[in-house]
């Protein structure tokens, strides 16, 4: 059995409604001390209690949280326990209560003074900050006017819902609510494809090798990782481009655990050197962007030092089978072998003929080499993929990467001898142009040194995603049958400034802050201020609100009911702990109040409980087993584990591959019109010193993550500005970039490029690579609070969408937030 899941869910698409009044909180237990003394000394435990949620926030750890609540206020969140056994009752892995200083500032998010406590409208110019506080009312059918007129005027889709990943829960986050809203009124809506502004690519390479994701039944979108307990059996765990010490902060116990209990290597492969790289036993400090080329040269290590794994490539991949030369496409049996049925050819080496790979007779497939086939040459793919791979030598990879050629072949003899090996990336690798073909061609190393569908091995991002069969999402999103048109994040732009596809002139975000976290920033601000009519929901200002004519106060997790399934195997119930605080309401109830007034209020009836509950395929294990078993009241009492085999989880355990030939395709044919058919090296788009560019702007400019905020939520938290530099932001840069500019550690300097410019103080450290600036990105830029000192790294970063990824049907392109140059000088 195997579980089905999709981080990145590309099928159809949207609802809700809800009444929450009588959605009630799920009480777990008293106190068990005494609570606060009042001012006359008496104790006052009457009303305290305890709660379990999960931290729906778009960050890799789906941690529980413990949440104490005297007199109806929250005073304490800590780490909650997770379930020790699966739905039906085998045991689970042990799974640590978890928790992160973002986590424990959640008391301080939820009582901030800057919540937006009512609705707002604009009443001076858009931009200006200047509000005016209007009732839900007034506010609710000024966006039925509105969206109703707009749609009248230019079209149902000219409306566009904007609901991401500020949330990764299921009624509101971003598979919920908005889509359903777009479904029922006809608009179009971003993709539900998890962060598809930035983090598609990586995604996309993974369905080139291991899914078809042509076949409706794999929804254009797979996406999978190890559990991340499964990390204690590997031998040697590689980050690639991946600090989780710092982005998925619980994961980082498991991965030091399997370093000090079972001497696992740990090695990190960073332009910088991070706290993740200061724990490692050996650091690689790479070229920004030139991932693909360090990985063809431990390829072609592995291939001339025979160490791959020759039975695995025999049964598990495409290896073996021939490739015509005349079109790079697969040799067919029907057209080379007199009366075959149309299949894949092998060269057989145990009587030297060619057959049809499905031919019973055959013993021993040739891995490498070229062979006579219907008059041609035929070389294997694994041929292939040597051929491409020579030239990789370790001094020509030193050339490429800067990685030294001795730590070349070290990396490449450990990985061609050390098993399991298994690999972390972060989403930093997606963040490229090609970030695609760096996901391509780790699978493809991993597929030859047999680490794919092991314990211990594989290439995850996230452990564990959306559980796609286990929600009824299809008609959660499509209450009437009729998806909502997709508008990628991506093509927003032009829908607004030129009206290609189509026009696009009112817009609803929420979980959202758009104006600030997509790329190429000013061209997406510009093109928001062209909108006709702009709705934002949000629980503070962000710069996306200062642009909206209308501002909704949002709830935080603590004040709403929703379901948590992301970045593990648990399923954790978030119920509503307080009330909504001011007149704060859930993006459900909002939307409710919307769509009653469009004519739409069906569809949006009912509380987060009975949507849930009609989401849930609830014990059904003919739909999926990982469910089975499963009850409203286990769920709502405990964080259970779904029934996955094996345990912990590992995609493809089972080697039932779901591409066109059930292998592993690290040879993809439908790339062959990109000449990515094997993962040959490409130079970033922009970020490459061959780019005529880089002479202007010499310094590839990185916007990574930091521990203290999750992209732009917590900027503004006490607690975290104590410990995060008094809440400003900084530029790191390697003293050798900053001498010869006259930059000293503290100044403050500009960053710019063609698209735009920020000012941030200087940060010298040896700790990043020369040629090579970073800024952690997410910091606020609205009207009150500039987190830079002025500015923000998206003004600097670009929208060039890779045609590559257009392969995998429906899938969104993927914004190179990394893939980026830029200057720096002193302000
Ligand atoms: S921010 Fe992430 S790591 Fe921190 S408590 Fe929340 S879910 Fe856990």
């Not at 030092?305 to 039975?311: E, R, V």
Request: net charge neutral; with cysteine; aromatic share 10%.
């Amino acid at each position: 059995m195997s579980v089905s899941r999709r981080g990145f869910l590309g099928a159809g698409a949207v609802v809700v409604g809800g009444v929450v009044a009588a959605d009630r909180l799920r009480f777990l237990g008293p106190l068990t001390t005494p609570g606060p003394q009042d001012a006359a000394g008496s104790a006052a435990a009457a009303t305290a209690a305890v709660y379990r949620t999960g931290h729906s926030n778009n960050c890799d750890g789906a941690c529980g949280h413990l949440v104490h609540v005297v007199d109806g206020r929250v005073t304490m969140i800590g780490p909650a326990q997770f379930a020790t056994t699966t739905i039906s009752g085998a045991p689970a892995p042990t799974f640590h209560p978890r928790i992160c200083a973002r986590g424990l500032s959640q008391i301080s998010n939820t009582y901030s003074p800057d919540r937006i406590k009512y609705p707002y409208k604009r009443v001076g110019p858009r931009g200006s900050g200047k509000w005016q506080r209007i009732s839900w009312d007034e506010a609710t059918s000024l966006i039925a006017e509105k969206f109703t007129a707009t749609q009248a005027q230019y079209g149902k889709t000219s409306v566009w819902i904007a609901p991401y990943t500020g949330s990764l829960s299921l009624i509101e986050g971003v598979v919920g609510a908005g889509f359903r809203f777009a479904s029922v009124i006809g608009a179009s809506a971003g993709d539900s494809q998890g962060d598809n502004q930035g983090d598609s690519a990586t995604p996309a390479g993974w369905n080139y090798v291991l899914v078809d994701p042509e076949n409706p039944d794999n929804g254009g979108g797979f996406f999978d990782g190890h559990e991340s307990v499964d990390f204690l059996n590997a031998k040697a765990i590689v980050f690639w481009a991946n600090n989780v010490a710092e982005t998925s902060i619980p994961d980082w116990r498991i991965m030091c655990d399997a370093r000090d209990r079972n001497g696992t290597q740990l090695i990190s492969v960073d332009p910088r050197f991070t706290p993740t790289s200061a724990a490692c036993d050996r650091w690689l400090p790479i070229r920004p962007g030139s991932d693909t080329a360090l990985i063809d040269g431990l390829i072609n290590y592995v291939i001339t030092h025979k160490l791959y794994d020759a039975d695995y490539i025999r049964s598990y991949t495409v290896g073996p089978y021939l490739v015509d030369p005349r079109t790079k496409k697969w040799l067919r049996a029907d057209a080379v072998i007199p009366g075959a049925k149309p299949d894949y050819v092998v060269y057989d080496e145990s009587d030297g003929t060619i057959k049809a790979a499905g031919d019973p007779s055959v013993r021993t497939p040739a891995i490498l080499g070229t062979y006579p086939a219907g008059g041609v040459s035929a070389g294997t793919a694994m041929q292939a993929l040597a051929d491409m791979a020579r030239r990789y030598t370790p001094a020509y990879v030193e050339k490429l990467t800067d990685v030294p050629a001795a730590q070349v072949v070290s990396l490449g003899q450990l990985w061609g001898t050390v098993k399991p090996f298994a690999v972390r990336v972060g989403f930093g690798l997606s963040h490229w142009y090609h970030g695609d073909l760096h996901m391509q061609a780790l699978l493809t190393l991993q597929a030859i040194t047999g680490n794919i569908g092991v314990h211990g091995g594989g290439v995850t991002t996230f452990a564990g995603g959306l559980t796609t069969t286990a929600f009824d999402l299809f008609n959660w999103w499509n209450p009437t049958g009729t998806p909502y048109t997709v508008l990628e994040p991506m093509q927003f732009c032009d829908a607004v400034t030129k009206g290609e596809p189509y026009p696009v002139r009112a817009a609803w975000f929420m979980v959202d802050n758009f104006a600030q976290q997509m790329a190429d920033r000013n061209r997406v601000v510009k093109a928001m201020k062209q909108l006709d009519f702009c709705v934002v929901s949000d629980y503070v200002l962000s710069a996306t609100a200062d642009i909206a004519d209308l501002v909704l106060p949002a709830c935080t997790y603590l004040e709403k009911t929703d379901l948590l399934s992301s970045n593990n195997f648990y399923l954790q119930y978030m119920p509503k702990i307080v009330d909504p605080l001011f007149e704060s309401k859930s993006d459900l109830d909002a939307i409710r109040m919307v769509a009653e007034k469009m004519g739409v209020g069906q569809y949006f009836d009912k509380t987060p409980d009975e949507y849930l509950k009609q989401l849930l395929r609830l014990g059904r294990a003919e739909v999926d087993p990982t469910v089975d078993g499963l009850t409203w009241e286990r769920l709502t009492s405990e964080a259970v584990h779904l029934n996955t085999d094996p345990m912990p989880y590992v995609p493809f355990f089972d080697k039932q591959f779901r591409t066109k030939s059930g292998k592993i395709e690290f040879y993809v044919e439908m790339l062959v019109p990109y000449g990515q058919q094997v993962c040959e090296h490409q130079e970033p788009i922009e970020a490459s010193p061959h780019n005529p560019l880089y002479k202007k702007y010499p310094l590839v400019f990185l916007s990574t993550h930091t521990r203290f905020r999750t992209h732009s939520q917590y900027v503004n938290l006490p607690w975290l500005k104590e410990i995060n530099n008094g809440g400003n932001g900084f530029l790191e840069i390697n003293p050798k970039d900053a001498g010869p500019r006259g930059i000293r550690d503290g100044d403050v300097v500009r960053v710019f490029n063609d698209r735009g410019e920020m000012k941030v103080y200087a940060r010298l450290t040896e700790a990043i690579k020369p040629g090579v600036v970073n800024c952690y990105q997410g910091g606020w830029d609205t009207i009150k609070v500039k987190h830079y000192v002025a500015g923000h790294p998206n003004n600097l970063t670009h929208q060039i969408a890779n045609p590559a990824q257009s392969v995998i049907p429906n899938f969104p392109s993927n914004a190179a937030y990394f893939d980026c140059l830029a200057q720096v000088e002193r302000a």
